[in-house]
């Protein structure tokens, strides 16, 4: 599955960027980054050439998230605590796309229908989107024979 591939390339510990470079893509000062990884907000590994620290992809969001909550005004533990509730969110997010969308079928250009599935309570209708220029509309539709 594509979705699958997308997120072992985003955890791949090979995949890692430079203290430097997070610090200018992420607008987070390197002072700040050291501080967030002895406080162990953050964490990176260390070359064995130089002792360099990189970080992950994942390391990256984790970073530009903390300091979306610190430009809103929280002090650095709420904003960290904030983003290890998104990142669990993010988990239960992946794990409802994994296991509910079944089907996913071009209907024209920039339209499109998501298949959700079967409903718990009502196994012979399902659940599935259209999605376009006008957003996002749910609807549910008998269970076709051939689907199941």
């Given at each position: ?87 669990e969110l993010g988990k239960v997010f992946r794990t409802f ?26 196994p012979e209708k399902e659940i599935y989107a259209v999605v ?17």
């Open positions: 599955m594509l979705g699958k591939q997308f997120r072992q390339l985003i955890t791949n510990e090979h995949l890692r960027i430079s203290m430097t470079e997070l610090a200018n893509v992420t607008g987070v000062s390197t002072s700040q980054i050291r501080y967030w990884e002895r406080k162990g907000y953050i964490s990176s590994k260390q070359s064995d050439k130089n002792k360099n620290h990189y970080f992950s992809f994942l390391t990256l969001f984790r970073v530009a998230t903390i300091k979306h909550y610190l430009d809103q005004g929280f002090t650095l533990a709420t904003a960290v605590d904030k983003e290890r509730q998104r990142q796309i994994t296991d509910q969308v079944k089907a996913i079928t071009q209907l024209g250009p920039k339209k499109g229908e998501v298949t959700l599935g079967t409903l718990t309570n009502d376009d220029q006008k957003g996002t509309r749910l609807y549910s539709r008998p269970v076709k024979q051939d689907r199941h």
